[in-house]
């Protein structure tokens, strides 16, 4: 087995991957493993696919927002809509404002992901999921407070999803 944990560092030697320097280490052997070119070039390459699994793959924007593809099949996407509501309506001892769809994300997942939602303006309220996404769309908003807000107020709502693209 190839321990690259406990071997050597060569000082001055490196290898380039995408663009990013690493350094060279002289891997310890440990069991009945020769260190032959075939066993080097497999670790060599193990380190490459375990580099490639952090590495971002894409990343980009449209009208939905922005993404994020990690090598290991990780996304994570984050929208932000701003909205005018007045907080009047009543939900037990609470006060709502029902903001609804939200629009889509900016890229579809391949099962639902997990979602935060927060609501940020000048007068506090908290964003509520109002039911469930779906891959390609989070789940209706609504604003909520603790106390009526008979006034109009710009809110943004900022969603981040985490879930997978592969």
Same mark, same amino acid.
């Given at each position: ?15 380039? !991957?995408?663009? /990013? ?5 002289m #891997?310890?052997?440990t069991?009945?493993? =020769?260190?032959s +070119?075939?066993n ?6 193990d ?18 927002g922005t993404?994020?593809k ?6 994570i ?8 509501k ?9 006060? !709502?404002?029902? /903001? ?5 994300? #900016? ?5 639902? =992901?997990?979602? +935060? ?50």
């Amino acid at each position: 087995m190839v321990n690259f944990e406990n071997g050597t560092l060569i000082k001055g030697a490196y290898v380039v !991957i995408n663009g /990013v320097e690493y350094p060279v280490v002289m #891997p310890a052997i440990t069991g009945d493993t =020769p260190m032959s +070119a075939e066993n080097l070039n497999k670790a060599q390459n193990d380190l490459y696919d375990e580099i490639n699994l952090k590495a971002i793959v894409e990343s980009g924007s449209n009208a939905n927002g922005t993404y994020i593809k990690y090598g290991d099949g990780t996304m994570i996407v984050n929208k932000k809509i701003t909205t005018t509501k007045t907080i009047n309506g009543t939900w037990g001892n609470l006060y !709502i404002a029902n /903001v609804g769809n939200i629009g889509d994300y #900016p890229v579809e997942f391949i099962e639902p =992901p997990q979602v +935060a939602i927060f609501a940020y303006g000048s007068q506090s309220a908290i964003a509520m999921n109002g039911g469930t996404g779906t891959r390609l769309r989070p789940p209706p908003v609504d604003l909520v407070r603790g106390e009526i807000l008979n006034t109009a107020v710009n809110y943004t709502i900022d969603v981040t999803a985490i879930g997978k693209w592969k």
